[in-house]
Every structure is written in C-alpha cells, then in structure tokens.
C-alpha cells in the first residue's frame, strides 16, 4: 500500500509563485517515476510535468519556462515549482507516482488533489 500526500496549494494573484509538494509512503521498493497533472472541471486530467528514476521530464508546452519539477529522493518527495502563475494554471493539482512495491509489482499511484487558484 502506497500513500501520496500533497500539499502547497492555495489562492494566488497572477504572476505570482507558488511550490507543491507530495510525499510518497508506504510499501516502496522502488520509484519508477513522479510528476504532476491537473484537471479542470469538464476537461479530462493533463499532465502537468514529471521526472522518472534516470533524471528524464516530460512537461506540458504550457508550463515551459515557468513550472520545474524536482524530487528529494531520499523523502521520496517530489516538488513543483510554479512561476508566473497564470489564469488558465487554476484547476485541481494531482501528484502522480509509478512505484514497484517488491521486485515484481508496480502500480500507478494518486494523491487527493490540491486546489491552485489563480485570481486577481
């Protein structure tokens, strides 16, 4: 069993900057890799950005220049760092983790979500 925790979002005015985190615990044997979507209501869930083991990102066009993912693998942590927060950045922020819990089994693993409003 595997839980993510995430935490760091709010209201904020435009241009504005704002850090999530998630934790991951539980069983973990290994992190395959962590990142982040969102989804707004209406609209299926995008991917936002995420890193696997070996260091590689994958980010939506939209957040280029101004979202940087990071992780602290020793806290099984990973990060997001928003820059210039915009308008259309509002939605429901979702961390996202593909974990082996022993040598064989992995699963795609969610955090409960946390709200980023952009608003002036």
């Known amino acids: 069993q595997v839980q993510l925790v995430e935490s760091g979002g709010g209201l904020v005015q435009p241009g504005d900057s704002l850090r999530l985190s998630c934790a991951a615990s539980?069983?973990?044997?290994?992190?395959?890799?962590m990142g982040w979507y969102r989804q707004v209501p209406g609209k299926q869930r995008e991917l936002v950005e995420d890193?696997?083991?070996?260091?590689?990102?994958n980010y939506a066009d939209s957040v280029k220049g101004r979202f940087t993912i990071s992780t602290d693998n020793a806290k099984n942590t990973v990060y997001l760092q928003m820059s210039n927060l915009k308008p259309e950045d509002t939605a429901v922020y979702y961390c996202?983790?593909?974990?082996?819990?022993?040598?064989?089994?992995?699963?795609?693993?969610w955090g409960q979500g946390t709200q980023v409003t952009v608003s002036s």
């Open positions: 890193r696997n083991s070996g260091g590689a990102t």
């Open positions: 996202n983790a593909y974990i082996y819990t022993d040598s064989s089994h992995w699963d795609s693993n």
């Open positions: 539980g069983t973990i044997f290994r992190i395959i890799s």
